[in-house]
């Protein structure tokens, strides 16, 4: 069970910092932005971890997962670095109803297929791809609030 | 751990699942510590911004300049940022582009501890003895902010569906990572929204039991909800007169949250207000005070 989880992770970090005070009263003189740089030279999320994310993926049973490093279950399918942000002009009621699909029918059946913790990028992305897919969807409904039919075909 | 003294104390309250109260619990911890010590600060950072936006700031959390992209990552001044929410609470609100900051941090030097060397070091123990972190529900530059500035977390949970994989997340992907670089202790495990009798055998029950099997469940279960074996075979006995263990759901909780209020502003004389009362006590001391020795 995952409190399990939390248990060991405590105990094992008090039976560290037992064994660890000896060890800090000898290096007390080190400065303390020595571990500072280091996190931020490595803690980048999905380098040093994969290892345990691919276990993670593993032990719960999913089947599909056919990535060498990532696991798909977990993990976006492209990072912040790759998302670029740009504004979208859009009336409050558009918004909200695009929140609501990916909130009611979009993320819902993503957990079925095992796939938690979406992440923004990754939905809108998406959204936009399937726009671009439906170019003819998008001017009929422009011409639809502008009162001029809507549908381009009649 | 061992040492419970009172000072000056940054606390991140966060989980890796949604819903599991963690703004309300950070909302209404940070009110309490203001309430109990004349002031606290509250810090948004988790990008959805519903705390910001539940306490009325829409004008800060929309505004065209995002102002915690000028503090972390330009040379904007924290107290120009920060609103005051009550008396003695302050809050430095979210802005809706906080997943553009976290793109940003990844790429800047020392991106890991702009919010402790540009908020927390300059306020902490000056302007507020106690500062309370409402963190993302994903893993990223925030939330390594967050941990890396407060160094303290308090970990909320409720008895819903999947309370189990956002415990075990937590605890991998967040406290552990955490850990390979800096001190984190972990101040409490802190159930809400209990609502359920606790002698069937329900969520509600296999939540608390959980919690209060843990080893170190002395250490980081609250007095609130902290039930010993022999509590166990009271309440199985129809015997159990100690008080129901919290927070439990009340529709005042929910209320003050709609109000856009804490919950001590929206109604002071709910019951569950203690269990807020003893969290802040917690961070207070930087652990759990024990009201009673517990044999589990």
């Known amino acids: ?154 | 751990m061992s040492e419970h003294d009172t000072q000056p104390r940054a606390v991140a309250v966060g989980v890796l699942k949604g819903g599991f109260a963690k703004t309300t619990t950070a909302i209404n911890l940070a009110r309490e510590l203001a309430h109990r010590n004349e002031s606290a600060l509250v810090i948004d950072l988790d990008d959805n911004g519903h705390m910001t936006q539940n306490l009325g700031f829409i004008e800060e959390y929309e505004a065209e300049t995002n102002h915690v992209h000028e503090v972390l990552l330009e040379d904007g001044d924290v107290r120009d940022a920060i609103v005051s929410v009550v008396d003695g609470l302050d809050l430095l609100p979210a802005h809706q582009d906080l997943e553009d900051v976290q793109t940003q941090l990844k790429n800047a030097m020392g991106g890991s501890t702009r919010l402790n060397t540009r908020v927390v070091e300059p306020l902490l123990g000056d302007e507020y003895d106690y500062i309370v972190v409402d963190c993302p529900a994903n893993q990223g530059k925030l939330n390594e902010n967050a941990l890396y500035a407060t160094n303290n977390l308090i970990i909320p949970v409720r008895p819903e569906t999947g309370y189990d994989s956002g415990i075990h997340n937590t605890v991998n992907r967040l406290v552990k990572e955490a850990r390979q670089y800096f001190e984190l202790d972990i101040l409490a495990v802190v159930p809400s929204g209990l609502s359920q009798r606790l002698d069937q055998d329900r969520r509600d029950r296999a939540l608390l039991e959980e919690i209060n099997s843990m080893g170190i469940a002395d250490s980081v279960v609250p007095n609130f909800c902290r039930i010993s074996d022999e509590d166990w075979a009271a309440i199985d006995g129809g015997t159990y007169d100690g008080p129901l263990p919290g927070i439990r759901y009340r529709s005042a909780i929910d209320d003050a949250n709609d109000a856009g209020l804490p919950l001590r502003d929206y109604d002071a004389s709910c019951d569950q207000l203690s269990c807020y009362g003893e969290l802040a006590a917690i961070v207070e001391t930087g652990g759990v005070v024990r009201e009673r020795e517990v044999v589990a």
């Open chain 1, 1 to 154: 069970m995952a409190f399990d989880d939390l248990d060991q992770a405590e105990q094992a970090e008090d039976e560290k910092s037992e064994t660890q005070d000896a060890a800090e009263e000898r290096d007390a003189s080190e400065p303390v932005d020595a571990s500072v740089t280091e996190a931020d030279l490595t803690a980048d999320p999905g380098s040093h971890s994969e290892n345990r994310r691919q276990d993670e993926t593993g032990t719960r049973g999913s089947s599909s997962s056919t990535s060498e490093d990532t696991s798909p279950h977990s993990e976006p399918a492209f990072g912040f670095e790759e998302a670029k942000q740009r504004p979208l002009y859009a009336r409050q009621r558009a918004w909200d109803e695009f929140e609501d699909a990916l909130a009611i029918d979009v993320e819902p059946t993503l957990r079925r297929h095992d796939v938690r913790d979406t992440s923004k990028r990754e939905l809108h992305d998406a959204a936009l791809r399937v726009l671009a897919d439906h170019a003819e969807e998008v001017a009929n409904k422009v011409l639809e609030a502008r009162g001029l039919g809507s549908n381009l075909d009649e």
